[in-house]
């Protein structure tokens, strides 16, 4: 094994090289220091109709270097890997076509290390307690839906069931203007103050102004926070089937 890449799981095939043709299947790798996990995986997507088993990397580095060269459509990362998003940020920066599902595990199964997952980006997350159907039905839909949030985990990012806006946190504050929660909701999916302003036509400086204000208003240090703090009070819930915008 090579830069912790596992050549020895890795299915050769054109396709996988040269584009995102979903001919053969979705293309599947993972990112796991361990290797009776990597097998197992890996058997499991290569007798699933539809998956294609592209390869496994063993840690940060190698796992840059394995979806640089053979392109899934899709990578499963172990949190223990990814403890602050880096990983994460860098691989769907370098592929904003490629989908990216966080395995969490029990000592990071809380509402800022997951709230913090979705506002890097995240298209979805897992407890790595999960069974095998469950694995393979939030890898097809994080390809398909770009969002899936294990129901186990869901408690950690609270169950109010709050929708629309305005709305606040706690009693007592100020409650967020619809554009604001708007803007929230965006950070949540992972939007930039860039991105947010093309979504909701108005300037980037606005966005800066809304997002002073979420955080003053929600008593956040950050976005990150702000998110964590949105989703543990209510004001975000999972499963948003439809945005505000």
């Known amino acids: ?53 592209v390869g496994a990397a063993g840690s940060p580095h190698a796992a840059l270097q394995l979806c640089e060269r053979f392109r899934p459509h899709a990578v499963i990362i172990d949190s223990g890997l990814d403890p602050r998003w880096h ?17 969490i595990r029990e000592t990071q199964r809380n509402t800022q290390y997951i709230a913090g997952a979705i506002a890097a980006g995240v298209h979805g997350v897992i407890s790595r307690r999960s069974e095998p159907p469950q ?9 398909a ?14 169950s109010a069931k709050s929708k629309g806006g305005p709305v606040s946190a706690n009693q007592g504050q100020q409650p967020l203007s619809r554009r604001e929660y708007q803007v929230l909701q965006l950070i949540a999916d992972g939007l930039e ?36 703090v949105a989703f543990r009070s209510g004001v975000l819930t999972v499963n948003q089937e439809d945005h505000p915008y």
Not at 30 to 51: C, I, K
Not at 87 to 103: A, T, Y
């Open 87 to 103: 990983l994460s940020r860098m691989l769907i920066g370098n592929d904003p076509e490629l989908g990216v599902l966080l395995m």
């Open 1 to 53: 094994m090579a830069n912790n890449i596992d050549h020895r799981q890795v299915r050769p095939t054109g396709a996988v090289v040269t584009g995102r043709s979903t001919e053969g299947g979705l293309g599947i790798a993972l990112v796991d220091s361990v290797p009776l996990v990597r097998e197992g995986l890996s058997a499991l997507v290569m007798r699933t109709r539809g998956l294609r088993w």
């Open 135 to 143: 694995l393979i039905q939030a890898i097809q839909r994080v390809h």
């Open 193 to 228: 103050n860039q991105a947010i302003a093309k979504v909701l036509y108005v300037s980037v400086e606005t966005v800066r102004t809304h997002v002073k204000s979420i955080l003053r208003k929600l008593s956040a240090r950050d976005r990150t926070h702000a998110v964590a």
């Open 145 to 158: 839906e770009r969002r899936y949030i294990d129901p186990t985990l869901a408690p950690a990012l609270g």
